[in-house]
């Protein structure tokens, strides 16, 4: 993953400004709660990445729309 490869200079990660747990579940909380991203943002470097944040907002969506 983006963790493993911080001192890397060359490596492009699937999210930028990502540099531990607490920045990386941050990110999923703006996900979530549509607040916006800022200086966290998906690359197009990750198509797995692009693909678990919609399910994460689609799920996300459906859950506050039954509550």
Same mark, same amino acid.
């Given at each position: &993953? #983006? =963790?493993?490869? =911080?001192? #890397? ?8 400004? %990502?540099?531990? !747990?607490?920045?990386?579940? $941050? !990110?999923?909380?703006?996900?979530? *709660? *549509?607040? &916006?991203? &800022?200086?966290?943002?998906? /690359?197009? +470097?990750?198509? %797995? &990445? /692009?693909? $678990? =944040? =919609? $399910? +994460?907002?689609? $799920? ?5 729309? !039954?509550?």
């Amino acid at each position: &993953g #983006d =963790l493993d490869h =911080l001192e #890397d200079e060359t490596w492009t990660p699937c999210v930028n400004n %990502v540099n531990g !747990f607490i920045s990386a579940f $941050l !990110f999923s909380i703006e996900t979530e *709660t *549509t607040i &916006g991203y &800022g200086h966290r943002v998906i /690359t197009d +470097q990750c198509p %797995v &990445g /692009t693909v $678990l =944040l =919609l $399910l +994460q907002a689609i $799920l996300g969506s459906m859950v506050n729309a !039954f509550m």
